[in-house]
C-alpha cells in the first residue's frame, strides 16, 4: 500500500510540475527568446561579437526548450495520465528515443554558449588589446559553429542508447513503478529492462546502455568534466575578473565618467552566468548522488524515493535557466526594455500608438537620460 501511495505522489508531483509549470515555462520562454532575438538585432549600440552571442544563446535556449516539451511535457502526459488519444501513445516511443538526444544536445551547447559570451566579454574588458584580435565577428561565429558541432558529436552516443521495438505481449499493465528516465542523461535506476507504452510498440534500452563501462566513463566521468569542470572553472575564472574590473570602472566613472553601456552590458552577462551556475547545481548534486547510489545501491537505498523527486527538480531548473535570460535583460536593460518597446507598438499601432505606449517610452527615455 506505501508503495501505491508513493506513486499516486509521484505522479500528482510530476503532473503538476512537469505539465503544468514546465509547459507554461516552455511556452513563455519560448516567446521570449524570440522576442530577445529581435530586439537583440536592433540594438545597436551593444557590442556587436556580444549581442551576436547573446542572440545564439538564445536560440539555443528555445532549442532545448521545445525538446523539454516532448521529453519532459508530453512524455509525462504519455506515462501518467490518458489525455492523449490512443494513436499517440502508440507512437510515442518513435518520439521519445530522439526528444532526450536532442535535449542534451541543446543543453550541451547552451553550456559552452555561455563559457564562449563570457570568455568574449572577458577579453572585451580585461584584456583589451587584445580585443581586435581576437574578439572579432568572424572568430565568433566560427566559436558558435565549433560549440554546435561539439555538442553534436559529444551527444552522438546518446541517440543509440535506446531503441524502439515491437513485442507481442502487453506487460504495460503489470508495470506500475515508476522510472528515473524524465532526464536525457539518467540511466532509469529501478526500471525494467523494456519500458512499455502500449501492447506492441516498447522502448527498450540498447546493450551500450546496458554497458557499466559505458556509464562509467561517457554518463558520469566524461559528462562531469565536460558538462561541469571545465565549462564551471572558465565561468569562475572569467567573472571573477569581469566582477573587479566592474568596480574598478565604477571607481572610475564617478570622477572622469565612462562607457555606461558597457558596464551595463558587463552587469548583465555577469547576472546571466550567476543564474546558470544556480540552476545547474541542482543537477549536479542529483548526478553525485545517482553516482553513489549505482555503485553502492545497499547502502544508500533511502536515496532511491528522493532521487525521484530531485530529478524532477533539476530538470525544472534547467527549463528556468533556458527561459529566464528575457526577463534579466528586461529588468536590467534600459536600452532593451525601449526597443522592445518600440518594437511592440510599431506592431501594434503603426502610425497611432496608444497613450499607454507612449507613457511607457517617456518614462523609460526619462530613465535613460538619468
Known amino acids: 500500500m506505501q508503495d501505491v501511495d508513493s506513486d499516486a505522489t509521484l505522479s500528482q508531483y510530476r503532473i503538476v510540475v512537469e505539465v503544468y509549470v514546465v509547459g507554461t515555462l516552455c511556452a513563455l520562454g519560448i516567446a521570449g527568446n524570440l522576442l530577445s532575438i529581435i530586439v537583440l538585432g536592433r540594438d545597436r549600440t551593444i557590442r556587436r561579437t556580444t549581442g551576436f552571442l547573446l542572440q545564439m544563446l538564445a536560440v539555443a535556449d528555445a532549442v532545448y526548450l521545445v525538446a523539454c516539451i516532448f ?3 508530453l512524455n509525462c502526459i504519455v506515462k501518467w495520465t490518458d489525455w492523449l488519444p490512443s494513436v499517440v501513445r502508440r507512437r510515442w516511443p518513435y518520439v521519445e528515443v530522439y526528444a532526450w538526444p536532442m535535449a542534451s544536445l541543446a543543453q550541451t551547447a547552451t553550456v559552452w554558449l555561455v563559457v564562449v559570451l563570457t570568455v568574449d566579454r572577458y577579453i572585451a574588458i580585461c584584456r583589451p588589446l587584445h580585443a581586435a584580435h581576437y574578439s572579432t565577428m568572424s572568430r565568433v561565429r566560427k566559436a558558435v559553429a565549433a560549440v554546435w558541432i561539439f555538442a553534436a558529436v559529444y551527444n552522438l552516443p546518446r541517440f543509440f542508447e535506446r531503441v524502439v521495438g515491437v513485442v507481442g505481449v502487453d506487460v504495460s499493465a503489470n508495470s506500475t513503478s515508476p522510472t528515473v528516465t524524465s532526464s536525457p542523461d ?3 535506476i529501478t526500471s525494467p529492462e523494456t519500458i512499455v507504452d502500449s501492447p506492441r510498440v516498447v522502448m527498450q534500452k540498447s546493450a551500450m546502455l546496458n554497458s557499466r563501462v559505458y556509464i562509467l566513463v561517457y554518463k558520469m566521468c566524461l559528462f562531469f568534466v565536460v558538462r561541469f569542470l571545465i565549462p564551471f572553472a572558465a565561468l569562475a575564472f572569467c567573472n571573477q575578473r569581469l566582477i573587479r574590473a566592474m568596480r574598478a570602472s565604477s571607481r572610475i566613472r564617478r570622477h572622469s565618467g565612462g562607457n555606461i553601456v558597457d558596464s551595463q552590458d558587463t552587469r ?3 547576472v546571466v552566468v550567476l543564474v546558470f551556475v544556480i540552476c545547474e547545481l541542482p543537477d549536479l548534486i542529483m548526478r553525485a548522488c545517482y553516482m553513489i547510489y549505482y555503485h553502492a545501491p545497499a547502502l544508500c537505498a533511502h536515496l532511491k524515493t528522493p532521487l525521484y523527486y530531485l530529478n524532477v527538480a533539476s530538470n525544472l531548473m534547467l527549463t528556468v535557466n533556458s527561459s529566464i ?3 534579466i535583460y ?3 536593460g534600459r536600452r532593451f526594455r525601449l526597443i522592445l518597446l518600440r ?3 510599431c506592431r501594434i499601432d503603426k502610425h497611432r500608438p496608444t497613450p499607454s505606449f507612449q507613457f511607457l517610452l517617456s ?8
Open 186 to 188: 539518467l540511466v532509469p
Open 343 to 345: 518594437t511592440i507598438r
Open 363 to 370: 518614462v523609460e527615455g526619462k530613465r535613460r537620460q538619468t
Open 71 to 73: 521529453y519532459q511535457t
Open 330 to 332: 528586461c529588468f536590467m
Open 325 to 327: 535570460n528575457f526577463v
Open 268 to 270: 548583465i552577462l555577469v
